[in-house]
């Protein structure tokens, strides 16, 4: 099915950076009359109640989470990405009908989110994505009105003017120079331009928001995303350490790619394909293994070391869990394996128990809509 | 030793002394007595009087000395008839007799001065090194937002104090670098704080970007007519729930 889709349009494109991701498949498949009445009906949605939403702006994925009359939440997301095509009025409206987002700038049309990546496979291109590494960098200038579209577009208008909104950002790395001050002030102009009231979050404090509330936020919370590893050591709310590791899924795309001798996108592709951590079939499931592996473990060493060395580290007396989120950990096995190289370790601190978030796709933003509908009571 | 006064100090102590005789002291039930010498007692005042120059910061001479002493046999004597004392005493020694005596005044005073500053600024310190452990121990069950407000509160406070102008003398120099150091040393804390929270403190925080988002143009886009892809979540009550009781300390 789609899975087979993807397959046939990536084996051709070596030349693309990128490749679908299949949770994100089917965004643009043709749409029937009648979807496109009720997206329209849909395009601005103005279902949340509560005052406040959570923003995940991610290297790979941009999500927005908002609360519902019901008190349910809805999620929306879109890839971090655009691609620039030749466009005439014809394909403008074919997009819209196709509901694919365009935007036209200086007589280039761009396509923006998920369904860029799509496009980028049939026209043998490779897409733009303007962060790397978990931060948007200065020299991505004249990609911030497409990054600012994704954002108007998951975001929504604001329900209320001002209305809070707190967004993820990434901890200061341990193995990497990062810019967090340009990245964080650049985002809050952002949403102050429109018509929010921002506030930055902590990347891994927002999975300890989303997923350690019956632990009373105490604990460990770890996002495995696109260009990171976030990590936040939490006592009742409050971060005692974060940090991120400047590796995450592209960096294990890319290794796999070279080890492989394959394009990363292709490397991606296998690595979302379906494969177990545990039970790897052939080398490059192996590739993919080693990889995941390395990443855990050294994700585990930085914890340890902040932990021996850190100077303001809370007492934890009662044993923690350890909660991971993130696209990363979407691959079969993966709390296995880490429970596995967790346990080859001597650990500073008792842990109970160590689990995926309830929706690790979505903990980052939900985490933050907590801390947006908490700040606004 | 100067024999001259001797025989001063020798009248003196026989006209302000009563006799008592051996029987009348055995009576009273004394097997022993102590005997002092006037010319120890001179010796005791002479030395005296050393010590009080040289504590004063004047290198006594045998002229100063003997002015001195003669001026304290006038006091016993006086003090010994009722007068009031310094009548009859060389002007002049007694002119720098009382400077030397307000100017260890002055002395004192100052010393007392700068220990009280000392021991206020130790205070201070023990005070802001309490509340900074407070704040430690709060970090831990407080909410981010309202512990950042506390420090950045407690840190303008820290330097309002340390920016009042130093006038007096120089223990408040000292005083004033430290509370400075105290104020560093929480700014520090608060930038070390906000960072792990995700917030970084206003001095850190770049200029308004939202001026770069002045230049972004009106673009053409269908953005009004596509629909974002939503997806349903699970509910986040349960989390909002525990995080109000932990705000509100219920
Ligand atoms: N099923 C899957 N199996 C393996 N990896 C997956 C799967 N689905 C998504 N991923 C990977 O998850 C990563 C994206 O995760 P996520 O959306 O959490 O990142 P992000 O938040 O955008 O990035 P960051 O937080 O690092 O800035 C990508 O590397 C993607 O390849
Ligand atoms: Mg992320």
Redesign the interface.
């Known amino acids: 099915m789609e899975s087979d889709q993807v397959k046939n349009i990536s084996d051709g494109t070596t030349s693309t950076d990128e490749v679908v991701s299949q949770d994100f498949v089917g965004s643009v498949e043709p749409v029937e009359p009648s979807d496109v009445a009720s997206s329209v009906s849909m395009s601005t949605p103005q279902t949340n109640v509560a005052v406040g939403k959570g923003l995940d702006i991610g290297t790979a994925n941009i999500l927005t989470a908002l609360r519902d009359a019901d008190g349910g939440i809805t999620i929306r997301r879109e890839r971090n990405a655009f691609l620039d095509i030749d466009g005439d009025v014809h394909s403008r409206s074919m997009l819209t009908r196709l509901n694919v987002p365009y935007v036209v700038r200086e007589d280039r049309m761009y396509v923006i989110g998920g369904a860029a990546f799509e496009l980028a496979n049939i026209f043998g291109r490779a897409t733009r994505r303007p962060m790397h590494d978990g931060l948007i960098s200065p020299a991505e200038v004249d990609a911030l009105p497409m990054v600012q579209l994704i954002i108007q577009k998951t975001l929504g208008e604001p329900a209320v003017p001002n209305e809070p909104v707190y967004f993820s950002v990434p901890a200061e790395s341990v193995d990497c120079d990062n810019n967090i001050i340009y990245h964080q002030g650049l985002f809050s102009g952002m949403l102050s331009k429109l018509g929010y009231a921002p506030t930055p979050m902590n990347e891994g404090h927002a999975v300890t928001f989303a997923e350690l509330a019956a632990q009373d936020f105490t604990g460990i919370g770890i996002s495995f995303g696109g260009g990171m590893v976030n990590c936040c050591v939490s006592y009742k709310t409050i971060p005692a350490l974060t940090f991120s590791i400047a590796r995450g899924g592209d960096w294990i795309d890319s290794n796999v790619g070279n080890v492989l001798g394959i394009p990363s996108s292709k490397a991606t592709y296998l690595k979302e394909g379906g494969i177990d951590l545990r039970n790897p079939k052939g080398r490059e499931e192996e590739a993919v293994v080693i990889y995941y592996r390395n990443l855990i473990t050294y994700t585990l060493d930085n914890i340890k070391n902040r932990f021996v060395e850190g100077r303001d580290m809370p007492n934890f007396n009662e044993p923690v869990d350890i909660v991971c989120a993130g696209g990363t950990t979407m691959i079969n096995g993966f709390i296995e394996v880490f429970r596995e190289e967790f346990s080859k370790q001597k650990f500073p601190i008792p842990v109970s128990n160590i689990r995926l978030g309830e929706e690790p796709l979505n903990s980052v933003c939900k985490g933050c809509l907590v801390a947006a509908i908490s700040s606004a009571d | 030793m100067s024999n001259e006064f001797h025989t001063d100090v020798r009248d003196e102590l026989a006209s302000r002394s009563t006799k008592t005789s051996v029987n009348e002291l055995r009576d009273r039930g004394m097997k022993t007595v102590r005997v002092i010498r006037s010319s120890q007692i001179l010796s005791l005042i002479e030395s005296a009087v050393d010590r009080a120059l040289v504590e004063h910061g004047l290198i006594p001479t045998d002229g100063d000395r003997a002015a001195v002493v003669a001026s304290s046999q006038g006091f016993l004597r006086q003090m010994a008839n009722g007068e009031q004392p310094m009548g009859g005493i060389d002007p002049e020694q007694q002119r720098r007799l009382l400077e030397a005596e307000a100017e260890a005044e002055a002395l004192k005073h100052q010393l007392a001065e700068r220990e009280a500053e000392l021991s206020q600024a130790e205070a201070r310190s023990a005070e802001l090194d309490a509340e900074l452990r407070v704040l ?1 121990q709060r ?7 309202t ?1 950042l407000e506390e420090l950045k509160a407690l840190r303008s406070d820290i330097q309002g104090v340390a920016t009042q102008p130093a006038g007096g003398p120089a223990g408040e120099g000292e005083l004033n670098d430290k509370i400075a150091d105290l104020g560093k040393e929480l700014g520090k804390e608060l930038a070390r704080i906000g ?6 403190p206003a001095e ?11 230049e ?2 009106e ?26 009781s ?2 509100g300390g219920n």
């Open positions: 430690h970090a831990e069950a407080a909410a981010p937002d512990l960072r792990k929270v995700g917030i970084a850190e925080a770049p200029a308004d970007m939202s001026a770069l988002f002045n972004v143009p673009l053409e886009s269908n953005l009004d007519t596509v629909a974002p892809k939503e997806t349903k979540g699970t509910d986040v009550e349960e989390a909002l729930k525990r995080m109000k932990l705000k």
